[in-house]
């Protein structure tokens, strides 16, 4: 049963998750920042230098959102980045953001589904993945079109949240995620379910060796994990 952010409506997943971020798309930075501490900003950093040696020159960025990622992305000096996200309210942020800082001309953002994406074979150097792949109906089916578009040899980055398993942060962790977090959530952004889905499809997810699996079954190759903050979230990296 996959986990969606409205219980009471009938829409799918990927149909619901795009309501969801149009409806917090205004919020979502703000939001972010906040409810890390500023921690997913380092995340980014982290995942991006994980890139360095690969000197990607066209780059992907799948769940894009409002482009941090991508715009993080620009330190490898890439000669373009495309981003795509099923979530026009997001994407319209996201523009706006590029247009204030005069970096339309390397970043393209662009409507896409992370399981139908709408690129040839073999087409990118690297693709990045922030926080995004929970958010997949099929996961299996999104982490294959990634692999799909990867040219071989390119490499996969995916952030995304993890479950710690130690005591006292996985506790805290719960704790946190549960109680304080969906509240904060709905008042800043007026969204009953956005912040509640939070946790609920971080609990859901395979993640660790779990999602390792996955990313080998769908293709990818070399496969790293590296656990952050105390496993709060993790980064995974495969090649094809």
Excluded at 168 to 176: D, G, R, S, V
């Amino acid at each position: 049963m996959a986990v969606v952010p409205y219980k009471d409506q009938d829409e799918n997943k990927k149909q619901q998750v795009a309501t969801m971020f149009n409806n917090i798309a205004g919020k979502y930075d703000f939001l972010n920042h906040f409810l890390s501490a500023g921690i997913d900003i380092i995340w980014r950093k982290k995942a991006v230098s994980l890139l360095k040696a690969e000197q990607p020159k066209l780059v992907l960025d799948i769940a894009t959102g409002t482009a941090d990622f991508a715009i993080e992305t620009l330190r490898l000096n890439p000669e373009k980045i495309v981003g795509v996200d099923i979530s026009e309210g997001m994407l319209a942020v996201g523009r706006e953001k590029l247009a204030k800082r005069g970096l339309s001309h390397k970043i393209e953002l662009k409507y896409g589904d992370s399981e139908n994406l709408p690129f040839a074979d073999n087409s990118f150097d690297a693709i990045t993945v922030a926080f995004g792949v929970r958010n997949f109906e099929h996961l299996a089916k999104g982490l294959a079109e990634m692999n799909r578009v990867l040219k071989p040899g390119g490499m996969a980055v995916v952030l995304e949240f993890s479950k710690p398993r130690s005591f006292p942060m996985k506790q805290l962790y719960q704790f946190y995620f549960k109680n304080i977090l969906p509240v904060v959530g709905k008042i800043v952004s007026k969204d009953n379910a956005a912040y509640t889905y939070l946790p609920e499809s971080v609990q859901a997810f395979p993640d660790g060796q779990d999602f390792i699996n996955i990313f080998q079954e769908v293709g990818f190759k070399n496969i790293r994990w590296h656990s952050l903050t105390f496993g709060i979230s993790s980064i995974y990296t495969g090649k094809k």
